[in-house]
């Protein structure tokens, strides 16, 4: 995702980080089969990928038998993904700070792949996706953990304000300025309710096994210091949220 400013360029290293994500551990063995995992069978669904990147996550749903439309900010991104996904992808450029471009009820469900941490307001956002979905469709989101967000920060944050912090990422031996925002878990599980979401799962899954033997020292890292936290969340099947 793009933000005005230096940090969180994306367009300035799209295909750096396109490279770093095709294979790494925390995206190829953990983060990107923890969504498939969760998202289940997939075939015939209309699906959003939203903050898609270069589209790994558009073609793993896309393989898989779903029909997807990958939007992101960032334009060098989905360069990359079209090159991936080939001319006839559907891509479209939209900052998730702005008024999705889709009919209501368009989706069955929406993917936000690590992206929802890069926004200070999750309300606006997340109404949006609800808008877009048709009734009983699902958003499943990945976001970095409160555990990662504020334990290992010094000094330590007040765990129960929402706050903003800027790290230089290494990337391919670049120094790349990254700003998130991190919030409690409640303010989380708020904001869904609040756009009107019902809580159907909360993840907190371990990497793939196949890890173990490519990335040793990561992988018992990751198994014990979890990074990311995963959400399914479903758009009640009527305005009262009763499935009758």
């Known amino acids: 995702m793009q933000f005005a400013g230096r940090t969180n360029d994306y367009d300035s290293f799209a295909a750096t980080y396109s490279a770093e994500n095709e294979n790494s551990l925390v ?6 089969p923890a969504m498939l995992a969760l998202a289940g069978d997939v075939t ?4 959003l990928d939203a903050g898609c990147g270069s589209g790994p996550l558009t073609a793993a749903l896309r393989d898989r038998g779903a029909v997807v439309t990958g939007i992101d900010a960032s334009a ?3 360069a990359m993904a079209r090159r991936r996904l080939g001319d006839d992808a559907c ?17 069955d469900d929406v993917v936000a792949s690590l992206v929802l941490h890069y926004l200070e307001d999750w309300g606006p956002t997340l109404a949006e996706f609800r808008r877009v979905l048709r009734p009983g469709g699902r958003l499943i989101a990945s976001v970095s953990h409160p555990f990662t967000a504020y334990a ?4 330590r944050p007040d765990y129960h304000a929402t706050t903003s912090y800027t790290f230089d990422w290494m990337l391919n031996g670049r120094s790349v300025p990254i700003q998130l925002w991190r ?16 809580l159907a799962a909360i993840s907190e899954p371990q990497p793939d096994p196949a890890a173990r033997e490519l990335f040793p020292d990561g992988f018992q890292e990751l198994s014990t210091h ?3 936290l995963f959400f399914v969340v479903e758009a009640p099947k ?7």
């Not at 919030?183 to 019902?198: K, N, S």
């Open 238 to 244: 009527s305005a009262t949220g009763s499935d009758g």
């Open 27 to 32: 995206n190829a063995y953990y983060e990107r």
């Open 44 to 47: 015939g669904r209309r699906i």
């Open 183 to 198: 919030r409690p878990l409640h303010a989380m599980t708020d904001a869904f309710i609040t756009a009107g979401f019902r």
């Open 152 to 155: 290992h920060r010094d000094p």
């Open 76 to 78: 060098g991104m989905l």
């Open 91 to 107: 891509l479209h450029v939209v900052d998730l700070n702005d008024p999705l471009p889709f009919e209501d009820e368009s989706f």
């Open 226 to 228: 979890p990074n990311f």
